[in-house]
């Protein structure tokens, strides 16, 4: 696995490093050892999967509020992603400075995303599946949303129109900067 540090502070593109003969190739996906190494979160509780029929699909931008902030490692199984991060941690040299990436079925590519980050992604083909793994429950009571398209953040998403949200996705309020 090849870890690339991002922008933000603690968060990571990670890549494969496949081993290819004649039946395709071998790559590890996860490893526990390479995370702790790195001092980066290495226990995930849950697993998640969306898939998302239409291209143009936007999901989030959200986050858990403490104590139940979600550490994450996403990657796209089919199709391609836009996939964004923004940083809220208070006491971090990035807080509110956001990163965007390209996951895709094809680079094989994962975003490792530390606590205290909202994230989102915008489906970029039709059919598009997303995998996930967290390192903290789903506690409902701590989820928060940003909107898409929140002034504060002046996030580029690729698609603008037609777009698709869901209802809670829709009723989303700008982020409140409190500092």
Not at 34 to 61: C, D, M, Y
Not at 93 to 111: G, R, V
Not at 137 to 166: C, Q, V
Request: net charge positive; charged share 25%; with cysteine.
């Amino acid at each position: 696995m090849i870890f690339k540090e991002t922008k933000l502070k603690g968060a990571f593109i990670i890549e494969l490093e496949p081993i290819k003969d004649n039946r395709g190739f071998f790559a590890r996906g996860w490893c526990q050892k390479e995370l702790e190494a790195r001092g980066l979160v290495p226990n995930f509780v849950q697993a998640n999967i969306t898939f998302s029929p239409k291209k143009g699909t936007l999901r989030g931008l959200h986050y858990q509020m403490a104590p139940h902030e979600e550490v994450k490692l996403v990657r796209c199984t089919r199709g391609a992603i836009h996939d964004v991060i923004i940083d809220l941690r208070p006491d971090s040299p990035t807080c509110h400075q956001w990163l965007a990436t390209e996951l895709t079925a094809d680079n094989h590519k994962m975003i490792y995303i530390p606590g205290g980050f909202a994230h989102g992604y915008q489906t970029q083909v039709d059919g598009t599946e997303v995998f996930y793994q967290v390192a903290q429950f789903y506690a409902p009571n701590y989820e928060r949303g940003i909107r898409w398209d929140d002034p504060a953040f002046k996030i580029h998403w690729p698609i603008t129109s037609p777009l698709i949200l869901s209802e809670k996705d829709k009723r989303c309020s700008d982020y409140v900067r409190s500092k």
